[in-house]
């Protein structure tokens, strides 16, 4: 079964075309790592997904039916986006971040139900951030504020999750504790994750397939062992990777890069 799928897409800004004739499939239930060095249409394939940019041409479908002939409030209850470093008013609690995720469900006059007050407080005890409900967002740590986001994201109660370098700025350690709580929700609740991400070993270590992007074609896709090369990775980033596979035999580590 495909989450999303994408058939002959043309995305410009302007006349500087971004992405020309794409067609990708990424799998439902699954941990999809998108990587690319900068520039290469990453985030443009994500925010057209998003309908965050209309494309010039081509098809998005989600769940086998396409975006456009789908209201946004529908659409917003299938799939939730994380942009890149997203930005909150100061001052605005977690509580109230995390309960802009249930938008889709509200009706023009109502405020929260109890479901949704049910669902907010369950998003932010799974992400581990109920102690810092009453807390200002912009007063909590790089690691705890893109939580606080995930949690947002959960309390849109979708099958689709779509991150946009959720790890940016973080530690690596920071790093790791949302990649974890990311593979939970992807292994316990059968939620599809999609995610862009620079760090090509944090890549390999958490997909379960992985698109290499360049000059807005993909040029691989497959799971991290089958196209994860030394060949693949001097197209994609111009390098000589020295690679090697983990202990457990699941996935590559580049060990060592040349230019």
């Known amino acids: 079964m495909k989450a999303i799928e994408v058939k002959d897409l043309d995305v410009a800004y302007e006349k500087k075309y971004i992405i020309e004739k794409m ?37 998005i479908k989600l769940n086998g039916l396409s975006i456009k002939q789908q209201a946004p409030k529908e659409v917003a209850k299938k799939m939730a986006v994380l942009p890149q470093s997203p930005t909150v008013p100061s001052g605005l609690l977690v509580k109230e971040l995390v309960s802009y995720g249930r938008f889709p469900y509200q009706s023009a006059l109502g405020g929260l139900k109890q479901e949704d007050i049910d669902m907010v407080n369950w998003a932010m005890e799974v992400t581990g951030i109920s102690e ?7 007063s909590l740590s790089g690691g705890q504020r893109q939580r606080a986001w995930i949690a947002m994201a ?6 689709i999750l779509v991150l946009d370098e959720p790890t940016t700025y973080l530690d690596m350690a920071h790093q790791l504790e949302i990649l974890l709580l990311l593979q939970k929700l992807n292994r316990e609740q059968n939620r599809t994750i999609v995610m862009v991400l620079h760090e090509l070993n944090n890549a390999t270590k958490f997909a379960d397939y992985i698109i290499g992007m360049k000059e807005g074609n993909v040029v691989f896709k497959g799971k991290p062992l089958d196209v994860i090369t030394s060949e ?5 980033y111009g390098i ?3 690679l090697q596979v983990d202990e457990t035999g699941r996935y590559p580590i580049c060990v060592d890069f040349n230019v």
């Open 132 to 138: 810092f409900a009453n807390r200002a967002v912009d």
């Open 240 to 242: 000589d990777a020295k």
């Open 23 to 59: 067609n990708l499939e990424i799998p439902m239930g699954k941990i999809t790592m998108i990587i690319g060095s900068n520039g290469c249409g990453k985030s443009t394939l994500l925010k057209t997904i998003a309908r965050i940019l209309i494309p010039r041409k081509g098809e």
């Open 232 to 236: 693949n990775l001097n197209t994609l």
């Open 154 to 159: 959960l309390a849109q109660e979708t099958e």
